[in-house]
């Protein structure tokens, strides 16, 4: 069985604020992420909380779309992260269905046939974009939570996996590299 998004979740929009120097909670932004929906920047705080509504401020489990540009991907907001404001880049799913994992949300989004759909809804020709609409209407497939976080943990050790293979082959080609050069010196 399948279910909309607009019945298991409230989506809302992220709101426009001017980063500053220095603030109370961060600005997240969609180059603050890699195209996996990964961090892959430092946080610094820099917008101040006299300039937004607490209703803005991220809540852990609150997954960020990134609706704009070519990679649509989602990212799950954690506890463990300073607290934050999600940029007018992303569209914030906010998953009000106890049954329902964000994670496991995330995971489908992230999915190869999701993403493919996706770029097929998308407007626009020079920034294609998702609108809140379209996610609404976006359906996830409707699992016992125990097997979502069964399918999220095969996710993420699946990406383990993957760094480690990518780890051995850096290694690989470095052990080659000094193997090279030392057959090279001692011709020298």
Known sequence: MKKALKNIASIKS????KPQAQGDLVYLQAKHFNADGELDSEL?????WQDISEKHVLKP???????KG???????YESRNLPAIASTSFL????WEKTVDPEYVALIINSRPSQEYLKGVAKGTSIPSISKMQLEEFEIVMMPRGIQQKLVALS???????????KIERLK????????????????
């Open 14 to 17: 992220g709101v426009f604020l």
């Open 44 to 48: 610094f705080p820099d917008v101040q």
């Open 61 to 67: 489990g609150d997954i960020l779309f990134s609706a």
């Open 70 to 76: 070519l990679k649509n991907f989602a990212a799950v």
């Open 92 to 95: 914030i799913i906010s998953i």
């Open 156 to 166: 993420k050790l699946k990406k383990e996996e993957n760094d480690l293979v990518s």
């Open 173 to 188: 080609k470095l052990s080659f590299e000094q193997d090279l050069n030392t057959i090279i010196q001692q011709y020298e």
